[in-house]
């Protein structure tokens, strides 16, 4: 397996030019870039996927997150995430920023898509252990019961209202 080599960035996000190698210490006063991609039904529902029994935190839900290897833009990262774990293909001008958030060693980029109709999910089983379809309520029920990986929680934080907003305006309307 190839070593996971990320671009790094400085406090205001500007690429620094420097790299860094995935499991190693990010250098005083560096970042680099997560990204997530959230697909939304117009029928109402999240997709969101469990974290494989391998990985950290396991056998949490989130929704398809991960690093943006060098060389990768947000949106770049979030589409490649996004098909590697749950098989989903969007092409990153697809994506609509929900918005960011910056924590310690990260900025941490989330992105809505929608879907219509039928979605084939085909799960990386190193990466995720499952998926399913959830309302928006019911992924606030998991979010306030600790069913979300750790990081999740804090970030929603900052996010749910943007995210309920992009939910909101792409909704089918019934006939």
């Not at 080599?5 to 205001?12: K, N, Q, R, S, V």
Request: glycine share 6%.
């Amino acid at each position: 397996m190839t070593d996971e080599i990320w671009d790094l960035l400085d406090a205001d996000a500007n690429p620094t030019g420097e790299t860094h190698v995935r499991d190693t210490p990010l250098p005083e006063g560096r970042r680099h870039l997560v990204v997530a991609a959230a697909v939304v039904r117009r029928d109402g529902y999240l997709l969101v996927a469990q974290r494989a029994a391998g990985k950290t935190l396991p056998l949490t839900w989130e929704v398809s997150a991960g690093s943006a290897l060098a060389g990768e833009t947000s949106r770049e990262a979030a589409s490649r995430e996004l098909f590697e774990e749950v098989g989903v293909r969007c092409e990153p001008e697809q994506l609509t920023s929900i918005g960011r958030v910056v924590e310690r060693s990260a900025f941490f980029d989330l992105y809505a898509t929608v879907v219509d109709g039928p979605v084939d999910i085909v799960l990386d089983p190193e990466e995720v252990a499952d998926s399913r379809w959830v309302t928006l309520d019911e992924f606030d029920r998991m979010t306030a019961a600790g069913e979300l990986a750790d990081p999740w929680s804090p970030r929603l934080e900052k996010f749910r209202p943007a995210l309920g907003e992009f939910f909101a305006a792409n909704q089918a309307v019934a006939a």
